[in-house]
């Protein structure tokens, strides 16, 4: 795992979001609660997901913090958003993860951030389902798309709204707020500042790896995350 694994000490971390195979090889260093987690899982791919999830996780702030991976301590934040308890003294890192198909994303961040990833496939009603979640606009935009690109576009948005909803950490109960209050477009844009309850984020959304929609949200417009393919 590259410098995700090195001891030493990172000074700073502008904002760094990774993206990995669910398959991919990871430390082990799962706390025994996690592992209780891990091994409730019925489906092999869901264990991969969330086992995957957790190292990238503990590796990083790990890295960050300069002590063990397994050292790492978590607790909730709003509507039981996951944080890291920061060793005495220090600023916590934000983080957050998300995983669908085949892939696991995990972002770290000076401010708060969200991310997203979501499988593109067609088995779902979108547009039922955009008429809960998406603006007039945009369910308007949704309708009048051809049939076959539908999909990539509901999924693209999805992404957008739900990397908000988390970085803020609204949970579900901030979807149906989110929807009124907001209209991004369709397609969204690639890179751009949204208002929030009066507050400033930036809304990335990333280009489509393997049929896999990405977007990541961050509480400080100025700050660029890195993205690297582990
Ligand atoms: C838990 C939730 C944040 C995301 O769930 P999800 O999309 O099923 O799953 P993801 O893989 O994207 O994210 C799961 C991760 O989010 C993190 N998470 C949990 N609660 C969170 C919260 N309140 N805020 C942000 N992140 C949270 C966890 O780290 C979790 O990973 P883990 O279980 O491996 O620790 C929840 O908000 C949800 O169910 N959202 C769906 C809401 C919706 O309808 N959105 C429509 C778009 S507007």
């Known amino acids: ?9 990172m000074t700073s971390m502008i904002a760094t979001v990774l993206l990995a195979d669910a398959a991919m090889a990871v430390p082990d260093c799962l706390s025994d609660d996690e592992r209780v987690r891990a091994a409730r899982f019925r489906h092999d791919l869901d264990r991969r997901r969330f086992t995957v999830g957790r190292s990238l996780v503990r590796t990083t702030l790990a890295a960050h ?32 993860v998300s995983h669908s198909g085949d892939l696991v994303l995990a972002g770290f961040a000076p401010c708060e951030i969200g991310v997203d990833v979501e499988q593109v496939r067609d088995s779902v009603d979108l547009c039922n389902v955009a008429t809960e979640v998406f ?67 930036r809304l990335m959304s990333l280009p489509f790896v393997a049929d896999h929609a990405l977007a990541v949200a961050l509480g400080d417009p100025d700050v660029t995350p890195d993205v690297i393919f582990l």
């Not at 039981?80 to 003294?89: C, F, H, L, Q």
């Not at 949704?142 to 949970?171: Q, V």
């Not at 929807?179 to 949204?194: C, K, W």
């Open 65 to 96: 913090y300069g002590c063990q991976p397994s050292a790492i301590r978590f607790r909730t934040g709003r509507n039981d958003k996951p944080e890291v308890e920061p060793p005495a003294g220090m600023p916590p890192l934000h983080f957050n």
């Open 135 to 201: 603006s007039t606009n945009e369910q308007r935009a949704l309708t009048l798309t051809p049939e076959a690109e539908r999909a990539p576009l509901f999924f693209r948005l999805w992404t957008c709204r739900e990397a908000l909803l988390k970085a803020s950490g609204a949970g579900l109960s901030g979807c149906s707020r989110l929807r009124d209050e907001l209209d991004l477009g369709l397609p969204p844009a690639d890179d751009q500042v949204v208002i929030v309850d009066g507050r400033a984020w």
């Open 1 to 9: 795992m590259r410098a995700l694994c090195s001891r030493s000490r």
